[in-house]
């Protein structure tokens, strides 16, 4: 039976990419090894996280003023680093669109001074506040941080806001999954595991300005200019998660780049929207103008039904689809691996559950 | 051509785990997904990491007064993780017998107050000072840390020393090698890449009261206790390091556990050692009462020669024996998963390429 995995993160990754990565998992390139195995100082490696950095640079079309540094930790790790980095003495604002963007907050708050300068929480994290609410950033914070894609409400920016300060982005759930001008931001961070390869590391894109600010008495690991100054190598860094990257990149670059994988999510997105909208069955919580290309949520009439639907789809082949523990209900999330067929599969089983159950 | 990778680390994985881990790198136990692609909520994922732990727990006879956890950013990123929070304003002492261990020192030195026991620096690290001439440690230290086997200088500890204080020690090279008593120690951690599995984690094993000492406000990510309470699922652990771990560990079970493997290790270290002492065309500067059994060093009459011996050994299928830049000359990593048949070749190349060249 075809298996399509709409899980979260860890997430499917390109068939394509999983069938090399495995043809060549025990002898990588002839060396009689595999890729996770060889050093990281080795000929092989440098190769490969070369080609990562590359291809990061190329498809977001990311200038020499920036760094593209592979650091370990995920996303929360960076909640707490980039404040550690950045803060140095002055206010940070947060825009609290979500469970993640929250926990940023109160990292930051935690280290230093923070502010909340919007929130959709009293209304479950439905929406992104409309920029004319947002309380003005001024000229002396030392960042505004948003969460460009909320995975657990489904909630996704349009647009960004346009600030004096750096603007820094958590862009975990949908990092090169839409055409951005890396230019507009001070920092974009994303854990791997959604839309560029395995868990178990964070792409950091840094304007190079920025490292002036970090106290030079941080922990080495915990310096930006660790990363910078030794291309992601200080110490041995996580090989076999860079190799995937390096491999679903290659992939993304195949697929005509960003602009045309960009297109292919709009259709996925719009055709399962769509769907949701021709039926009272499934409903989406989530605000008509907010709404995520990457994490599409919805609920069925009763909380039974919602475990019947996941128990049911998995049976079917049609894996992951249970929402957020926090907020439970269902989530399709469909990452640039995920093809169309995958959401046609779903809509029709959904069609047919419907009808069985409707 | 068989290849044998003499690598440091990210070092070979034993032949069964990585044909394991290929044949259903696609498709792990029928989901339809591989292991690298699956929530870490789900149950597979639990069942992995519970294996892992319990694997862990087993073959290092560890008590429930211990907690094995986790933690990205590999042993560099717990020498600065460690002081922030088990130094809590007191001074912790260090022995220095290697690179890393001076690393270790400096991040505490950095944090707070860190105070050097005894050092072989001046000796090129050639051996592990006797503990007879060791500065006491005081009952009043936050704890002494040693690193129990140098990568580098290819020196390790045959005995530990006793104190009143938690002993740490940095394992990274030789965990898992040879028997130890856990309870001996207040906190064990080890870099994955070398014994255990693949680059991009450290397993800490760390006596469950040493958390009361964590300072309150650090952040959640440097916390102990964030790994401990959640069973190393706070956020997105590294799933497929942790899947490999789980692999190689069971392996070691098959092998009838660490007992046996140190017999082999011990076995495999003796032969390599004892072919070393029989010609006076190769020479290590390592003291014998020092020798490391997982990193032979060596060197051979001139620097031309170092450079000739790895080329040609690459050639023949004897890869990474280059020795770590800082100091030059051969190493041969012979970790776990080395099967003395690898020993075995590269003496016979020794020999062989003395005959010509000596």
């Known amino acids: 039976m075809k ?25 990588f390139k002839e060396s009689g090894s595999g890729l996770i195995e060889l050093s990281h100082r080795g000929k092989q490696f440098t190769e490969v996280i070369e080609r990562a950095v590359a291809n990061v640079k190329e498809l977001m079309n990311i200038s020499d003023d920036y760094d593209v540094m592979f650091i370990q930790g995920g996303a929360s790790m960076q909640f707490a680093m980039l404040a ?26 935690n280290l230093g001074n923070a502010r909340i300068v919007c929130s959709s929480k009293a209304d479950k994290y439905a929406y992104i506040p409309e920029f004319s609410s947002w309380e003005a950033t001024p000229a002396d914070a030392a960042y505004l941080h948003i969460t460009s894609n909320n995975t657990v409400a489904g909630t996704q920016y349009r647009t960004f806001p346009k600030v004096d300060v750096p603007l820094i982005a958590d862009m975990s ?15 974009i961070y994303a854990g791997a595991q959604k839309n560029l390869g395995p868990s178990g590391m964070a792409v950091v894109i840094m304007r190079k300005d920025l490292q002036e600010r ?6 080495t690991m915990l310096k930006y200019s660790t990363y910078s100054e030794n291309n992601s190598l200080y110490n041995t860094p996580p090989t076999f998660a860079i190799y995937l990257l390096a491999l679903v990149t290659d992939w993304f670059k195949a697929q005509g780049g960003i602009a045309a994988i960009e297109k292919l999510n709009d259709a996925k997105a719009d055709k399962l929207y769509g769907y949701l909208d021709s ?26 039904l919602d475990a019947q639907f ?6 079917a082949g049609l894996t992951s689809l249970k929402g957020h523990r926090i907020v439970g209900g269902c989530r399709a999330s469909i990452y640039n691996a995920m093809p169309m067929a ?17």
Chains 1, 2 share one sequence.
Do not use: H
Request: negative net charge; proline residues 5%; glycine residues 4%.
């Open 84 to 109: 550690m980095n950045l803060l140095n003495g002055k206010t940070a604002d947060y825009a609290d669109t979500g469970v993640w963007s929250n926990k940023a907050y109160k990292e930051a708050a």
């Open 310 to 315: 996941v128990k049911e789809a998995t049976a």
């Open 214 to 219: 970090t106290p030079a008495n941080l922990p």
């Open 173 to 187: 759930s949908d990092i090169m999954s839409r055409v951005v001008n890396v230019n507009d931001f001070g920092m």
């Open 3 to 27: 298996v399509y995995n709409f899980s979260a993160g860890p997430a499917m990754l390109p068939e394509d990419v999983m069938k090399i990565a495995q043809a060549e998992f025990c002898d």
């Open 342 to 358: 995958g959401v046609d599969a779903l809509i029709d089983f959904m069609r047919e559950f419907e009808k069985r159950n409707g």
């Open 279 to 304: 039926t009272d069955f499934y409903t989406t919580p989530v605000q008509k103008e907010s709404r995520s290309r990457m994490n599409v949520v919805w609920r069925l009439p009763s909380e039974e």
